[in-house]
């Protein structure tokens, strides 16, 4: 008989709790889930102030941290003290440091969307542009838009709305916006040029895009260098007379989801402003690195004093930094070794480089951690400036030199800091963490490398509970991220998502549950092959054989109940939680999927809106046996499904399909969904609403059904 009990109560705090007794915890999940998430961390442009956004269990934003003498002061500049899921983005300082331009509302992975509102607030939501002064006070509205990009002499706004440019004067209170052109395409990029004269755009088109640049002073709009490839990333020479940018020739494969090892190389190109000609400066041969692979940083091209242009390529199989002079020529390597950049930062004088990356000098377990090094931009040996048990990601660098990153460890999330010449770390911040935060009861993941299936070997953390050396079998709960392009690691993430799975697994391991977290094959991390899995996702669900293998790794500890072991996953990890139950009932007994995938043909039309499943039949099944809907009969293991039926990265019609299947033969599942909420749950408190029902579920499933 089909199940739909969630014998929960709320509690006065506005949270879900246990309907029945459990084994007494060290700390509450509202405790591991009350440390602020730091995000956005940026230098001002004038002296050595540093700005991030701070969302505090769902109040979002923005701090200040300004040097007083050999102390930094930290402030609040925004006012937002509602848990409202309201989104903030898109930040930039005005040039002369003093006050910063925001966007509040909207959807910034998917700007197109109509702004979410999960909050059901009856008024709705909009996105608006605002300014606010950086010692605080009150904010102001300038206009409805994202995207804002102000001039270097910092009169002028220029921001997208309606999906086109539009510009304010930002000096006169009661000006109001203009547009600035009519063009077509989906229009992003915005970048000035050093003297102001000119804005800098990408137009995408589909197949095809083109960079686009607009002279003020001739009112004009020139495309640069157009062809039947996409160009995109402009980066500005320093003086302002030509614009490099990356051009990659369009997948016309029409299919996802195939290893993408090799392609028609990419290649970095660069335009006169004046005449609109262009020309090759480098391209990536052929095989390994033909396809372009972008870092985690919003800029992947950086034009260096000495008229370099430095950039990523994973030509030998990892993401490394190379560079090529402005004129063409030979690429050099900068930063070599079998490790990924992800996070890069350039130096205002633009003669060195600071990046975040898995690179291990002495610790194999570095791999799995992030770390600062600083290369010279003009070549030489990288300097590694971080190391330990620390992740330090997201460097910036402020005119006067000071290096500042956000950073976690295994115990402490995401948080600010300035980073000395040595690699010490001050925190800018730490009165933000709640005195009643449980940092020194979490326990410290292991790093595991486990045996796949078919042989492959996958990294993993695993999170041993205090009682994990009493002698007893524990039920145990195996966890799958999301993306795949992601990858755990030893410590709190540094993406909010991430960082809140971190914390649940915390929690899990507080109860009693050994937990292990599985970086599966077609995540990053581990180079281009793992990455570009064969047969991964719709083109044959490779990652299953590491599902088994994270189960049969489980099964074979002696501290762990073979007969108890759980799943859990979100998005990507939702899928192979599925997955896993669909297919393996009789090693996983129970599961949480969280906004995953059932059905890849009906997924794949999101992010290929052309997808036709009847144009190539053989893949359209391949992507169906796939599917955990395709082995749905042998379903047997209760599961608990969650999604906010807003959810913009997966249709809500996979939970629906897989509920209605589940039903009809009998499987035992609950469901819990959120009206209006997207992907990545906005409100905090539908967060510790999913994990409590989560943790409850797994009580239920696992810990009791051994004591009954």
């Known amino acids: 008989m089909i199940q739909h009990r969630i014998a929960l109560a709320l509690a006065s705090f506005g949270c879900l709790i246990f309907a029945t007794p459990v084994r007494a915890q060290s700390f509450t999940l509202q405790q591991v889930m009350s440390a602020p998430f730091s995000s956005d961390l940026q230098a001002s442009p004038q002296g050595g102030a540093f700005l991030w956004i701070a969302n505090q269990e769902g109040r979002r934003n923005i701090w200040v941290a300004e040097k007083s003498g050999a102390a930094y002061v930290m402030h609040r500049v925004t006012s937002d003290d509602a848990d409202d899921g309201i989104d903030l983005g898109d930040i930039v300082w005005t040039p ?220 030998d199989g990892w993401l490394r930094l190379y560079s090529v002079a402005a004129s063409g020529g030979a690429a050099t390597e900068m930063t070599p070794g079998n490790f990924e950049v992800d996070y890069i930062a350039c130096s205002k004088d633009r003669r060195t480089l600071v990046y975040s990356s898995n690179q291990y000098s002495s610790d194999p377990e570095d791999i799995d951690r992030r770390h600062l090094w600083e290369v010279s931009a003009d070549g030489g040996s990288p300097r590694e400036i971080t190391h330990g048990d620390g992740i330090e990601v997201i460097p910036v660098i402020a005119p006067d030199g000071t290096l500042a990153v956000l950073h976690s460890d295994a115990r402490l999330p995401l948080r600010p800091a300035v980073v000395t010449r040595d690699g010490d770390l001050h925190d800018l911040a730490p009165q933000m963490i709640p005195a009643d935060f449980p940092a020194a009861k979490l326990v410290v993941p292991q790093q595991v490398i486990l045996s796949a299936a078919d042989g492959m070997k996958i990294h993993g953390q695993l999170f041993l509970p205090a009682s994990a050396n009493d002698g007893e079998k524990h039920p145990a709960v195996v966890f799958f991220h999301g993306g795949s392009r992601r990858q755990m690691l030893l410590g709190w993430h540094y993406m909010d998502y991430y960082s809140n799975s971190y914390a649940e697994n915390q929690y899990l391991a507080s109860l009693g549950y050994i937990v292990l977290s599985v970086n599966y094959r077609s995540g990053i991390g ?40 759980g799943v859990w996953g979100g998005s990507y990890g939702g899928y192979l939680t599925a997955l896993a139950l669909a ?69 809500f019609s996979n939970t629906v399909r897989l509920a209605a299947a589940l039903r009809a033969q009998g499987t035992p599942f609950e469901e819990h969904v959120f009206p209006d909420e997207i992907h990545g749950f906005l409100l905090h408190r539908d967060w510790m609403t999913a994990y409590t029902l989560e943790a409850d579920f797994f009580n239920r499933k696992l810990k009791e059904a051994r004591n009954p």
Do not use: C
Request: charged share 25%; hydrophobic share 35%; no cysteine.
């Open 526 to 565: 581990y180079g281009l092959d793992f990455r570009e899995a064969l047969n991964y996702g719709a083109a044959g669900a490779s990652e299953f054989n590491d599902v088994l293998g994270a189960g049969l790794y489980l099964r074979g500890r002696p501290d762990v109940d073979g007969e108890h072991i």
């Open 96 to 315: 002369d440091g003093q006050q910063i331009v925001y966007v509040r509302g909207g959807d910034f992975e998917f700007p197109e969307k109509p702004s979410p509102n999960p909050a059901l607030l009856p008024q709705g939501v909009e996105q608006d542009i605002w300014i606010v002064s950086v010692h605080g006070g009150g904010t102001r509205k300038l206009a409805a838009g994202r995207s804002p990009a102000v001039s270097p002499d910092g009169s002028t706004m220029a921001f997208l709305s309606d999906d086109q440019i539009w510009t304010l004067n930002l000096r006169d209170p009661d000006a109001k916006p203009a547009q600035l052109f009519h063009g077509r395409g989906t229009l992003q990029s915005l970048t000035w040029s050093p003297d102001g004269k000119y804005l800098a755009f990408a137009s995408r088109r589909g197949d095809h895009a083109f960079i686009g640049v607009y002279s003020f002073a001739e009112s004009a709009l020139r495309y640069l260098d157009p062809s039947t490839e996409i160009d995109r990333d402009p980066i500005w020479s320093l003086d302002s007379r030509h614009i490099a940018f990356v051009r990659i020739p369009p997948d016309t494969s029409g299919i996802d989801f195939k290893p993408r090892r090799a392609a028609q190389p990419w290649s970095i190109r660069v335009a006169d402003v004046e005449t609109g000609a262009g020309r090759e400066v480098w391209r990536a041969h052929e095989g390994p690195g033909s396809v372009f692979h972008e870092t985690e940083s919003d800029q992947q091209l950086f034009w260096t004093a000495d008229n370099r242009l430095v950039f990523p390529w994973e030509g």
């Open 583 to 651: 297919r393996a009932s009789d090693l996983f007994a129970a599961g949480v999927d969280m906004h995953g995938v059932h059905d890849w043909n009906l997924e794949l039309s999101i992010w290929q809106p052309n997808y036709d499943p009847n144009a190539d039949l053989n893949a359209a099944r391949i992507a169906w046996e796939s599917s955990p809907l395709a082995s749905v009969k042998t379903w047997r293991s209760p599961v608990l499904l969650i999604q906010g039926d807003d959810d913009r990265n997966v249709q």
